[in-house]
């Protein structure tokens, strides 16, 4: 499932991240790589707000559409 389907507080273990080579490289770069787990600390608006590797980050919603959980 899309990681714009998890709670605020919710965790889950990256399974697969698409999207163009671009944009997963980038989202690499962040720390959103296979196996890695990220929580979501809030959703609201636009934006999600998630920790991952002991960062927290913000995406779009198109971003986080892209991450599976």
């Known amino acids: 499932m899309p990681l714009t389907l998890l709670a605020n507080g919710e965790t889950g273990e990256i399974k697969r991240v698409g999207g163009?080579?671009?944009v997963?490289?980038?989202?690499e770069n962040l720390g959103f790589v296979t196996g890695e787990q990220v929580r979501v600390v809030s959703s609201g608006g636009g934006n999600i707000i998630v920790q991952v590797?002991?960062?927290?980050v913000a995406v779009s919603k198109g971003i986080a559409v892209k991450i599976m959980v």
């Open 53 to 56: 590797k002991d960062s927290r």
């Open 24 to 27: 997963r490289k980038f989202l």
């Open 20 to 22: 163009q080579d671009e």
